[in-house]
């Protein structure tokens, strides 16, 4: 079984521009989440979807910001009118839901890093 | 209050040399999960270990093991017999509450450990 991919692996663009990445998860995951993690700091929580529907966002995802799930498989997470302030990597994870204990623990893929010039 | 707190930015050990990486949590919340996750370089994050706040038992995944004290609200990564390719970011992470509607992870800010030959 392949684990959670993510593309592009890197990311530059010009300050303005849109980008948008894409993350495919675990085949039998239900649940996928992004993150953002910057220079010497830990992943934060983006928002997180169960299936295709998009169940919490984290005031961190500004409304240039937008994340969609349409089949309940691979996810895109698209910034629109990038800033400086954006270029971080971009974490995508999944986890399947119903279980307990490590059934729910949540598996990352290796990342998209973001630069914004 | 920060709800994750790793202390110890970067450490150094000898190879083969057991390792204790340190975190304290902050919740009030009865029902929540630890987690260990390991950041090479490459960026990806590997989960290592988990444990649930009911566990009686410490847990551990061959080479780790989690130092449990819930009265201290501390969740030590211990490693034994340290190996070069330890050398990574090692992130501890909690998600608050059961894990039906509270899927989120927040993250420490992470110890760099380097295994010196």
């Known amino acids: 079984d392949t684990g959670v991919s993510q593309d592009p692996r890197h990311k530059i663009t010009k300050r303005g521009q849109n980008v948008t990445f894409r993350c495919d998860p675990i085949s039998e995951h239900n649940r996928l989440y992004w993150y953002r993690q910057t220079l010497g700091q830990g992943p934060e929580f983006l928002t997180y979807?169960?299936?295709?529907?998009?169940?919490?966002k984290s005031r961190l995802l500004s409304d240039r910001f937008s994340a969609e799930r349409p089949k309940g498989s691979f996810s895109t997470l698209e910034i629109q009118r990038t800033e400086q302030g954006d270029s971080a990597m971009y974490l995508c994870a999944s986890s399947s839901s119903g279980g307990t204990g490590t059934e729910e623990t949540q598996y990352f893929g290796p990342g998209t890093r973001l630069l914004v010039l | 209050a920060q709800k994750i707190t790793q202390t110890q930015p970067g450490m150094f050990v000898q190879e083969k040399e057991a390792v204790t990486l340190d975190c304290t949590y902050d919740t009030s919340d009865p029902s929540y999960g630890l987690f260990w996750y390991k950041q090479p370089s490459s960026g990806e994050m590997i989960f290592l270990i988990y444990?649930?706040?009911?566990?009686?038992q410490n847990a551990t995944e061959g080479r780790y093991s989690l130092n449990f004290q819930k009265a201290r609200k501390s969740a030590n990564l211990v490693i034994s017999a340290s190996q070069l390719g330890d050398s990574a970011m090692y992130f501890c992470a909690m998600r608050e509450g059961p894990y039906w509607g509270n899927e989120k992870l927040t993250f420490g800010t992470g110890t760099r450990l380097t295994i010196i030959p």
């Open positions: 444990q649930g706040s009911y566990d009686q």
């Open positions: 979807f169960q299936n295709e529907a998009q169940l919490e």
